[in-house]
């Protein structure tokens, strides 16, 4: 499903906030997020041998083919899941396999072979960005729970009073 480490983090932010605010000060909020992990790791993840997230992946062109009567050859695609080390975060890609040209909703569109994509960012946090962003967005860590390897966290935070400027 969809989660926080989808959204870049200044949406992320952005989303905190606006859950401060329609929960209210001394709200509590439990949080998971997933950590950095080594890069093979991480793509072996979201590069499963069983396909599962390629399917995933590609059935986004099929829906905009269904659904915007879009000529995409699915077939001329393949998934990829590449480890960003700058922004921490894993990035799905559609890559075109070969030249092709196709249309969405009468409009023609034309790729390269090799051209990508970007369908999706999966973020991963290390236990300060964490915390960071959770201050961000206006909320105090109070506790935190990983598993035994420390690969995923679960944080408890409360809500901050607000601030008035004098």
């Known amino acids: 499903g969809s989660t926080i480490g ?10 905190l906030r606006a859950m401060k605010e329609s929960l209210g000060e001394g709200s509590m909020l ?34 905009i083919n269904r659904e915007l ?19 921490a975060r894993i990035e799905m890609h559609l890559e075109a396999l070969e030249d092709i040209a196709f249309t969405i909703e009468g409009r023609p569109f034309a790729m390269q072979a090799g051209e990508m994509i970007h369908t999706e960012n999966s ?4 236990r300060r960005d964490g915390r960071i962003l ?13 598993d035994p390897e420390g690969l995923f966290a679960v944080i408890l935070a ?9």
Request: cysteine-free; proline content about 6%.
């Open 6 to 15: 989808n959204m870049i983090p200044h949406s992320s932010v952005d989303l």
């Open 30 to 63: 439990l949080i998971g997020m997933d950590r950095i992990k080594d890069e093979q790791r991480l793509v072996s993840a979201y590069d499963d041998a069983q396909g599962v997230t390629a399917a995933f992946n590609l059935n986004l062109l099929e829906r």
């Open 69 to 87: 009567g879009a000529t995409i050859p699915i077939h001329a695609f393949r998934h990829r899941a590449i480890w960003n080390d700058d922004r």
């Open 123 to 126: 973020h991963k946090y290390g």
């Open 134 to 146: 959770l201050r961000a967005g206006g909320w105090t860590p109070i506790a935190e729970w990983t």
């Open 158 to 166: 409360e809500a901050q009073p607000a601030r008035f400027a004098p």
